[in-house]
Structures are given as structure tokens and as C-alpha cells.
């Protein structure tokens, strides 16, 4: 991986990064690129985010808070709105 990968590189391997499963070296170039590109940062915060607001709307006895469906547009807006 080059110092600043491109946006392909970082999207393709975001998972591996939020699950830290990276080198340090890997990690440190695509932190570096998050800190840059705000799209991919956008990108990322909507990545991390689908999980916890997928439990959110799975448990039928607690109503997703309104918070929770907040953030789930927010994510799916930003997943769409990605350049390709
Ligand atoms: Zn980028």
C-alpha cells in the first residue's frame, strides 16, 4: 500500500480496518487518508454505524429511537451519495 492509497484502496479495505485486522503501517496510511478525504471519512462513520443501528431495528419489543433512525438515513445517505 502506497503512503495515501487511493479512495478505491481505502473503501475496498475499510472492514479490515475497523476490525484491525491491518498492520500498523496499513492502519497509519488509511487513517491518514480518512483524516484527508472527507468523503471516505463520511463513508466510514456510515460503515461503523450500520451495525448498531441494525440491532437497534431488529429487537421488536424496544421502537428504534428516534436517534437510531436518524442515523440510519444518514448512513444510507452517505453510502449513496459515494463517488464512484
Ligand atoms: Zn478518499
Same mark, same amino acid.
Given at each position: 500500500m502506497k503512503l495515501l492509497p487511493s479512495c478505491r484502496e481505502v473503501r475496498e479495505r475499510l472492514t479490515d480496518y475497523s476490525e484491525g485486522s491491518l498492520t500498523f503501517r496499513e492502519r497509519a496510511s488509511m487513517g491518514l487518508h480518512l483524516l484527508l478525504c472527507s468523503a471516505c471519512a463520511a463513508f466510514? =462513520? $456510515?460503515l461503523r454505524a450500520l !451495525? $448498531?443501528? %441494525? =440491532? &437497534?431495528? &431488529? /429487537? !421488536?419489543e424496544d421502537p428504534p429511537p428516534a436517534? %437510531? /433512525? =436518524? %442515523? &440510519?438515513?444518514?448512513a444510507l445517505r452517505r453510502i449513496r451519495s459515494r463517488p464512484r
Open positions: 466510514y =462513520r $456510515g !451495525p $448498531g443501528v %441494525a =440491532r &437497534l431495528l &431488529l /429487537s !421488536p436517534e %437510531a /433512525s =436518524r %442515523a &440510519l438515513q444518514d
